[in-house]
């Protein structure tokens, strides 16, 4: 039988009525959500998500701010907007869409924004407190992605997970969060040297590499559930993940299409650090 499609947009959908009822219940306490979304240059990508992202506030009742700023701005007036947002108290979590442009140090600014405010829990304060088991913001991608996990009702207790890729932003804060969920984890990286060899062993894959077909069918152990998290293009232009999406469908028990899957739920999961951060405050 084939796979069962994980629909990120189904899910992303039911978390958002609940966020729209966290938001309103907060908006009658007189505290609105509020979220800044700060993008530089003119990346037709990032164009695209910062539209999304604060389309999905309007939807859910979080009030946003979309500051646009031309390519050259400077590293110090960028540096200066985040100090105006982190103590103003209608602002309850502030995002810069990556990339930046390559003059401004994406690290400096993830560093000023207040702890407290950081809701893509970029900062090394949030990777912390991930790391530590103490509360904080997860960042949203690697967060989405455990929902998605934890809606196919599989208990990740001694399960053997397998992350593919160790960036700060997927690979590591992924493997933290199964680590976390009591599985065993194993992050696999382009040094690898036989990638199949751990991923046939998993229970979980998540492959967050940047290169379609990394996953095939054959590297896919049977009943696997697998996370998609790549955003590629094939040789027609169209959209597609890292995994041989219909080979591995005939193999695993569940697996997350690209688009429909991760994606949304990156947006989703940032909603919901919004609403988190304004309980908080
Ligand atoms: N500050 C941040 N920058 C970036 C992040 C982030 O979480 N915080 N993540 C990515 C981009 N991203 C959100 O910002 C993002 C990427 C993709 C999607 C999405 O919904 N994808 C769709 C397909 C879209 C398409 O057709 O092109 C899907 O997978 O279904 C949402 C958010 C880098 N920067």
């Known amino acids: ?9 189904a899910l992303s959908q039911k978390l958002r009525a609940e966020i729209a009822s966290r938001a309103a219940a907060l908006t009658a306490k ?24 604060v389309k999905a506030c309007g939807d859910v009742g979080i009030h946003s701010v979309l500051e ?4 050259d701005l400077t590293e110090e007036a960028l540096l200066a907007r985040i100090a105006a947002l982190n103590a103003d108290p209608a602002i309850h979590g502030i995002l810069v869409q990556m990339p930046l442009p390559k003059h401004i140090n994406p690290h400096k600014v993830i560093e000023a924004i ?11 304060l949030s990777a912390g407190e991930l790391m530590t088991g103490l ?16 809606s196919t009702g599989v208990d990740l207790r001694g399960k053997h997970a397998v992350v593919i890729g160790r960036s700060n932003t997927v690979g590591k804060p992924m493997a933290l969060l199964l680590l976390q ?9 382009s040094a690898t040297p036989d990638l199949g060899l751990y991923t046939r062993q998993a229970d979980v894959v998540v492959a967050a590499v940047g290169r379609r077909n990394t996953l095939t069918a054959d590297m896919v152990k049977p009943d696997a559930i697998v996370i998609d998290v790549g955003m590629n293009r094939d040789d027609n232009g169209k959209l597609c993940g890292d995994v041989d999406f219909a080979a591995i469908r005939e193999v695993a028990a569940h697996i997350t299409p690209v688009p429909g899957g991760v994606g949304p739920m990156t947006i989703t999961m940032l909603l919901m650090n919004t609403i988190e951060s304004a309980e908080k405050a």
């Open 135 to 150: 509360d904080g913001f997860r960042p949203c991608t690697p967060y989405g992605c455990m929902k998605l996990i934890e």
């Open 181 to 189: 969920a009591n599985a065993t984890v194993t992050i696999c990286h």
């Open 68 to 71: 646009k700023y031309e390519a």
């Open 114 to 124: 207040s702890t407290a405010k950081d809701v893509d829990g970029y900062s090394v």
């Open 30 to 53: 007189g505290k609105q959500p509020g979220l800044a979304v700060i993008l530089v240059g003119e990346d037709p990508a990032s164009q695209v998500y910062v539209r999304n992202k």
């Open 1 to 9: 039988m084939p796979a069962q499609s994980i629909d990120g947009i």
